[in-house]
């Protein structure tokens, strides 16, 4: 989390602080709603003044968010919101930076500027929201729909193969990564405040409903009727148990496998470590097997790591550089070496 001054005199924020006077402009029933909701509802519990919180979007329909909150933001160039935020980052270190993005923005155009952000480390929350298709361009796939998707711009279904956004993220050694969904307030809140409070780059996932081009992609992992069969709620030190407690997850080696709990013990089963890389790896890609069809989707703090971060990095690097090399004189060094003058 940024490291700011609480003073003594802020008062104490609600919600309703965070949310702008501005009319929301998302079609009726998009999963934006909730999670601009969620966001204004954690922002208050981090202490933080709001003058020090920036939103900064690239291009998409989730790109509107920073019009919605009262807090500093701006709405930028497609892919780009991590490279300016990042540039942010650097030189107010102080701010609370929220980077917001869709799998489009994110994972498309944006990918390297994701990936360098990650692998940098820059004290930010980057929260993709993925509905799986381009909303704001009216419904072509996108880099997370799934092979076969028919959309406009692929009347056949699609032949490319998906993005796992957690996956992809977890090979650039991001620090925090989490899923969560746009229709589970409470989950969605929880996995916000974890990622406020985290050092580093904080990767959110959040799977949004579309309901213009892409209605109900997750609703199997929304609905109550599906829900806690196809998805499991993971959290650190406690065993992979879903299905309201009636299947479990053990570990075949590197393989996670379903047991029926009326059959197998809890001692068996899998004990989720959000420190540990390797079953990260498996967790975050265990839904791919097409021959594993009974593995549900992981939900929640998916990994977590301790590395420094970019910008604490660059100030020890200057304050060492000034101590080595003294102040420095920018006129001196602009007419040091060889010069001319230009008639
Ligand atoms: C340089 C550039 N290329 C393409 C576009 C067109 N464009 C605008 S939004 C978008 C995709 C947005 O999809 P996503 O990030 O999934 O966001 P959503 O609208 O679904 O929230 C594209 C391709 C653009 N605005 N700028
Ligand atoms: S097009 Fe889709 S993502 Fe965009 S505002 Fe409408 S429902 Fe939301």
């Not at 998409?60 to 980052?89: D, N, Q, V, W």
Request: charged share 25%; with cysteine; glycine share 8%.
């Amino acid at each position: 989390m940024a490291e700011v001054s609480t003073l003594n005199h802020t008062p104490t924020l609600t919600a309703k602080d965070f949310a702008s006077d501005q009319e929301v402009r998302w079609c009726p029933g998009c999963g934006d709603y909730s999670i601009l909701k969620q966001v204004q509802t954690v922002l208050p519990e981090l202490g933080i003044p709001r003058e020090k919180f920036a939103f900064i979007s690239g291009i998409g329909c989730s790109s509107r968010f920073p019009y919605y909150m009262e807090a500093y933001g701006l709405h930028s160039i497609h892919g780009r919101a991590t490279a300016i935020a990042a540039g942010l980052k650097m030189i107010r270190p102080d701010l609370s930076v929220w980077i917001i993005s869709g799998d489009g923005d994110a994972l498309s155009i944006g990918t390297n500027h994701t990936l360098q952000l990650i692998r940098r480390n820059f004290d930010v929350q980057l929260l993709v929201f993925n509905n799986q298709i381009y909303g704001l361009t009216k419904g072509q796939y996108s880099p997370t729909s799934e092979e076969g998707k028919v959309t406009k711009s692929t009347p056949m279904g699609s032949i490319d193969h998906p993005f796992n956004p957690c996956a992809l993220v977890l090979g650039a050694d991001a620090t925090f990564v989490a899923r969560s969904l746009d229709r589970d307030p409470k989950h969605l809140q929880m996995v916000l405040k974890r990622a406020a409070h985290h050092r580093g780059t904080s990767f959110v996932e959040i799977y949004q409903n579309c309901n213009i081009f892409n209605d109900g992609a997750f609703f199997v992992f929304t609905e109550k009727e599906t829900k806690f069969q196809k998805g499991i709620y993971v959290e650190h030190g406690k065993p992979m148990l879903f299905d309201n407690g009636k299947k479990g997850i053990k570990l075949d080696g590197t393989k996670p496998i379903v047991v029926d709990m009326s059959e197998a013990s809890v001692n068996d089963l899998w004990i989720h470590d959000e420190t540990d890389i390797i079953k990260a790896n498996i967790l975050t890609r265990m839904f791919e097997d097409p021959d594993k069809t009974d593995l549900p989707r992981p939900f929640g703090v998916l990994y977590v790591a301790n590395r420094p971060c970019y910008e604490d990095l660059m100030k020890q690097q200057i304050q060492d550089a000034i101590e080595q090399k003294g102040k420095g004189d920018i006129t001196k060094l602009i007419n040091s070496g060889d010069t001319w003058v230009i008639a």
